[in-house]
C-alpha cells in the first residue's frame, strides 16, 4: 500500500537523478537516495545499515540545500503557497533525517544494532488528531 510520501520519494529521486556522479562517493550517495525514495514511497519509513549513516546523512543534507538555495526561491516568487509548505517540510524533514542518521550511531544505546530503521514525520496534508 503506498504512503503519502510519493511527493517526498519523488523529490529525492529528482536531486540523486540531477547531481553530477563522477565522484564515487557522490554515487554512493544518490544511490542511498534513490533507494531510501523507493522505501519512504511505499511505507514512509526506510532501513539503513550502520556503515551507510554519514554517506546517507550528507545526501540528505545535500537534499535540503539544493531545495533551500534553488527551488524554494522559485515557488517564493511565484505565491505558489502549496508548493512552498511542501518545499518546506522536505527541507526540515531532510535535515531532521541527516541529524539522525549521524546520532543514532553514536548513541550507547544502539551500540550493538548493524542496521536503522527510520520513520519519517506525517506529511503537510495529513490528518491532524483532535
Not at 510519493?6 to 523529490?11: L, R
Not at 517540510?89 to 546520532?103: G, Q, R
Given at each position: 500500500m503506498p504512503s503519502d510520501y510519493?511527493?517526498?520519494?519523488?523529490?529525492l529521486r529528482f536531486v540523486a537523478k540531477k547531481t553530477e556522479t563522477d565522484d564515487r562517493e557522490i554515487?554512493?550517495?544518490m544511490g542511498h537516495l534513490a533507494g531510501i525514495?523507493?522505501?519512504i514511497e511505499q511505507s514512509g519509513r526506510?532501513?539503513?545499515?550502520?556503515d551507510n549513516c554519514e554517506s546517507a546523512?550528507?545526501?540528505f543534507a545535500g537534499v535540503a540545500k539544493f531545495l533551500q538555495e534553488r527551488i524554494l526561491p522559485e515557488a517564493l516568487n511565484a505565491g505558489n503557497e502549496g508548493a512552498v509548505e511542501q518545499l518546506k517540510?522536505?527541507?526540515?524533514?531532510?535535515?531532521?533525517?541527516?541529524?539522525?542518521?549521524?546520532?543514532r550511531p553514536a548513541n550507547e544505546e544502539f551500540k550493538?544494532?548493524?542496521r536503522f530503521t527510520f520513520d519519517l514525520p506525517a506529511t503537510?496534508?495529513?490528518p491532524t488528531v483532535h
Open positions: 510519493g511527493f517526498y520519494a519523488g523529490i554515487r554512493v550517495m525514495a523507493d522505501a526506510f532501513m539503513i545499515e550502520r546523512a550528507r545526501a517540510w522536505t527541507i526540515e524533514t531532510s535535515l531532521v533525517m541527516a541529524a539522525e542518521l549521524v546520532k550493538d544494532q548493524d503537510p496534508n495529513a
